[in-house]
């Protein structure tokens, strides 16, 4: 019978992603403000970086709601647990992707 107390092999590399994507995140949110304090203009593939770092939060994020509703379901409720997760990951990731659209239109036409 499998040790039910140790935790999931992935649950590590996640968080680590999950802490690291958003350290970036903060570090690029304040140098783009230190860069319109100095007034300086921003081209907009530096927002590549804040949106590759909170797609890295949102992934690790899913996968670590994942481990904990899916793989640690009974047998019997997983089907049930692997739709809803499905339908909560496909309405986080739509919501990511329209936040980095609007943001990307409404920088590229300033």
């Known amino acids: 019978m499998p040790d039910t107390n140790q935790p999931h092999p992935w ?11 958003v350290a970036i995140l903060l570090a690029s949110m304040g140098w783009f403000s230190s860069r319109a ?4 203009a921003l081209s907009p593939v ?13 992934i690790s994020f ?3 709601m994942y481990l904990r509703w899916v793989v640690a379901a009974a047998a019997e409720r ?4 692997k739709i809803v997760f ?10 990511w992707a329209y936040g980095v659209a609007n943001t ?4 590229s036409n300033a």
């Open 11 to 21: 649950r590590k590399p996640l968080l680590i992603t999950e802490f690291t994507a």
């Open 62 to 64: 899913i996968g670590l």
């Open 37 to 40: 304090a100095e007034g300086a």
């Open 78 to 81: 997983k089907p049930r647990h």
């Open 86 to 95: 499905s339908l909560l990951v496909m309405t986080l990731l739509g919501v």
């Open 46 to 58: 530096w927002l590549l970086i804040p949106a590759a770092a909170s797609l890295a939060v949102f």
């Open 104 to 107: 990307w239109i409404s920088v």
